[in-house]
């Protein structure tokens, strides 16, 4: 054990002896001395930190505290009512504040515990009660601004996650020192009653037991009483002090010495008015020597605060620009320019309102939920969105930037409802034509006072903010794949190897390295494949990675383990699933004409051939999508992937499945065979 963590334990054992073995009063002498340097500690930490949590452990040292100077009345107590001595501390307390005469110093003792207990200890009880309130009821607030500030791309995750623990901390600290104070109040009233306790019996025993006479008695069991409690009390009234300057403490830049010399002298002027109100008193009976020294002194300390402030203006701006042509100079002006943003989200100005939560605008909550939703759907964490408002596009406009590049762009109008209809032929709202960002949709935007009837006539009707916050959800399922990178994957590796350990490590580094575990997990959300079971993907990895460390290869024997998931993702609800399947002439043509490489696999198939069967999906797709709603493309394992890269720019979106990656218990029912012809 280290040696500051042993003198505090041996520490707490000392106060534990205190209180159940009498002590010498060599002994009580240090024990006093240490007791006042403790305090004295204490109040200079309190007025040297910045803010209350850098003196984080002050409720429990203050408990501490007060079991020590109790602890110390306790042992005073006993050696002055059995010995009539408490050591040599205690008497030339005693003897100097009460001098000659007993009552002087008593009164003077039971002022000070007045002060400590009416004024200091009831004021810092008082602003730690509400200090505790305020903080806890600001909680909400505040880490609704951390995840405001963290979608805004303000902070980043690491300090956003050091925030919100600061943002605990400081309400636990409070709440700590709304009881702590009631140890400081407690204590207080425990003095007064030992000195009463002490002054009683001390007369008491000093006449009966050892035969004092009454004046004799006064004095001694006085001096001392008055001694012990001056000795306990000034520590005591120096961390109830300490105690209110913690919970009084606002978090600034500087200590409180700074801060008061800095806040208290910031106005020089208002030095000379004090200085004429004093200088005006000395023309009363009040010494006027004293009054013009005074005066003197603060007229003085203003003028050369004023010669202080007053600085060259050519001086100010050359130093000005001095700094800025340093710091245009520096590297890290010129690296910071280099990053680039994963997601940004812009908007033209009359968008604002959408993103402004003083105007009603939610749409960062709103994000905050997107994240949390892909983060269960697709099972990937996406980085932060950062938005910004854009002054080069139109007021109603906005676009969507993955690593710096457009992917999507949309406008919207506040004021307007979007109405989209299945059915075309009857379209009977008036409105301003327009498509529907996410899909493409024909759509109308409609004033609010036709919102009502547009449902009426089986409108699906929508606010801004949806429409914003689903073309940017869309979007990103689309480009999830584009957003998981090595350092992304590395993330998930290390969360998967907190469960499990040994799966992890059989996969990675050897065979695999993080590149190819990327490669495969963004081959899967490419198809739109959720990867948060990644113990199964994990478990398929280490089955077949030595064997080959082909992703493409990797990635369909993932899938296949992945059946249970991707047949309920595309099945109906009565377990039936609409396929259009291709033909023994299209899979034996694929099969014939897949080219092996050294660096894998690929389709070379003829233009004339390929434009044929894409064209005879394309047929089969708009056939099957007009009475079914969810459609897929069913293959042999063999071919799947090479299906999906011929048909794959054409559409993009278009499931393509193999009979392995279907459960057994599904109906399946053909809607179309792709053919050549």
Not at 75 to 87: F, K, M
Not at 105 to 129: D, M, N
Not at 623 to 629: C, L, N, P, T
Request: hydrophobic content about 45%.
């Amino acid at each position: 054990m280290k040696a500051r963590e042993l003198s505090v334990l041996l520490a707490v054992i000392l106060i534990i002896v205190m209180l159940i073995i009498p002590l010498p009063g060599w002994l009580l002498s240090i024990l006093i001395l240490c007791n006042i340097s403790l305090a004295l500690i204490v109040i200079l930490v309190s007025m040297n930190t910045q803010e209350a949590l850098q003196f984080s452990i002050f409720p429990s040292l203050l408990l501490l505290l007060t079991l020590f100077r109790l602890g110390l009345n306790v042992s005073t107590t006993r050696s002055i009512l059995a010995n009539a001595d408490a050591g040599g501390v205690v008497d030339t307390f005693g003897s100097f504040v009460i001098g000659d005469n007993p009552l002087v110093g008593f009164v003077v003792f039971i002022i000070l515990v007045i002060i400590q207990y009416i004024v200091i200890t009831k004021g810092a009880e008082r602003v730690s009660e509400v200090s505790a309130r305020f903080t806890l009821d600001a909680m909400p607030g505040k880490q609704m601004s951390i995840d405001a500030d963290l979608n805004a791309g303000l902070i980043t995750e690491i300090e956003a996650r050091e925030r919100r623990e600061k943002v605990e901390d400081d309400a636990d600290f409070h709440g700590a020192m709304d009881g702590a104070s009631k140890f400081v109040k407690g204590d207080a009233i425990a003095g007064i009653i030992i000195v009463i306790i002490n002054i009683i019996f001390g007369i008491i025993i000093g006449m009966v037991q050892m035969e004092m006479s009454f004046s004799e008695a006064v004095e001694t069991y006085m001096r001392l009483t008055v001694g012990d409690g001056l000795v306990t009390q000034i520590p005591a009234l120096l961390i109830a002090t300490a105690t209110g300057i913690v919970v009084t403490r606002t978090s600034t830049e500087g200590n409180f010495g700074t801060d008061v010399t800095k806040q208290l002298l910031q106005f020089p002027k208002l030095l000379f008015i004090a200085a004429g109100t004093i200088f005006l008193l000395g023309f009363t009976p009040i010494n006027f020597m004293l009054t013009f020294s005074i005066s003197s002194f603060l007229a003085i300390g203003g003028y050369l605060l004023l010669e202080q402030t007053k600085a060259p203006p050519e001086l100010d701006e050359a130093m000005a620009d001095e700094d800025d042509s340093e710091t245009m100079k520096t590297q890290e002006s010129v690296v910071n320019l280099l990053s680039i943003d994963p997601i940004e989200f812009e908007f033209g100005y009359g968008l604002i309102p959408l993103v402004d939560a003083k105007q009603g605008g939610d749409l960062l909550d709103r994000i905050v939920m997107i994240r949390r939703q892909l983060a269960i759907d697709l099972g990937v964490v996406i980085p932060v969105v950062r938005i910004r408002d854009n002054i080069q596009l139109e007021p109603n406009e906005y676009r969507i930037k993955l690593k710096g590049n457009e992917v999507a762009k949309g406008e919207i109008l506040l004021d307007h409802y979007l109405a989209m209809t299945p059915d075309l032929d009857n379209d009977v709202i008036e409105g301003i034509d327009t498509k529907e960002p996410a899909f493409g949709l024909p759509a109308k935007w409609i004033s609010e006072p036709k919102k009502d009837e547009a449902e009426l006539f089986g409108y699906t009707v929508v606010d801004p903010p949806s429409v914003v916050s689903t073309h940017l959800t869309e979007e990103l399922k689309r480009n999830a794949h584009q957003l998981l990178g090595r350092q992304e994957t590395k993330e998930l590796i290390d969360h998967l190897h907190e469960e499990y350990a040994i799966l992890a490590d059989e996969v990675t580094p050897d065979p695999l390295s993080v590149g190819d575990i990327q490669k495969v997990l963004a081959k899967l959300l490419r198809e739109n494949i959720s990867i948060r079971n990644l113990p199964i993907i994990f478990e398929t990895l280490a089955d077949f990675a030595k064997m080959t460390n082909d992703p493409d290869l990797l990635a369909e024997y993932v899938r296949q383990a992945l059946a249970s998931q991707i047949t309920k993702q595309y099945v109906s609800e009565d377990q039936h699933l609409k396929v259009i399947t291709t033909s023994v002439d299209v899979e034996n043509i694929i099969s014939k004409n897949i080219q092996q490489v050294e660096h894998g696999n690929y389709l070379a198939i003829d233009p004339e051939v390929q434009d044929k069967i894409i064209k005879n999906v394309y047929e089969n797709v708009e056939k099957a999508s007009v009475q079914y709603e969810n459609v897929v493309v069913l293959c042999s394992p063999t071919i799947r992937m090479y299906l999906k890269q011929l048909l794959e720019r054409t559409f993009p979106q278009l499931p393509i499945l193999s009979y392995n990656e279907i459960e057994s218990n599904v109906q399946v029912q053909s809607v179309g065979v792709v053919n050549v012809d």
